[in-house]
Nanobody, 123 residues
Framework: QVQLVESGGGLVQAGGSLRLSCAASGRTFSSYAMGWFRQAPGKEREFVAAISVTGKSTDYADSVKGRFIISRDNAKNTVYLQMNSLKVEDTAVYYC????????????????WGQGTQVAVSS
């Protein structure tokens, strides 16, 4: 089992940047694929990015490709989401999820979740 804690959210102007972090507990972090998802008010949770256990493979939603970068540091049990060129429509609560071994882009495939961190982008 793994416990996740997100941080780094906040209020930023459109065009700005934020870096989210997700710290994981446990000794087996390197065996978990990690994903970032977001949920805006009144909308379903949607896929943002995912990274493989080694960090060599990544996947992004079309809406964030070229602007967001997912990375991980297995020595620090942490996954990051660097968000650049932020848009108003990126406003949401951002969640990190963990699942054993293989990446996925469907929220239901992730059994472990953090509590979320709010990102608000103003125009």
């Amino acid at each position: 089992q793994v416990q996740l804690v997100e941080s780094g959210g906040g209020l930023v102007q459109a065009g700005g940047s934020l870096r989210l972090s997700c710290a994981a507990s446990g000794r087996t972090f390197s065996s978990y694929a990690m994903g970032w998802f977001r949920q805006a008010p009144g909308k379903e949770r949607e896929f943002v990015a995912a990274i493989s256990v080694t960090g060599k493979s990544t996947d992004y939603a079309d809406s964030v490709k070229g602007r967001f970068i997912i990375s991980r540091d297995n020595a620090k049990n942490t996954v990051y989401l660097q968000m650049n060129s932020l848009k108003v429509e990126d406003t949401a609560v951002y969640y990190c999820g963990a699942r054993r071994f293989t990446v996925a882009s469907v929220p239901g495939e992730y059994p472990y979740w953090g509590q979320g961190t709010q990102v608000a982008v103003s125009s």
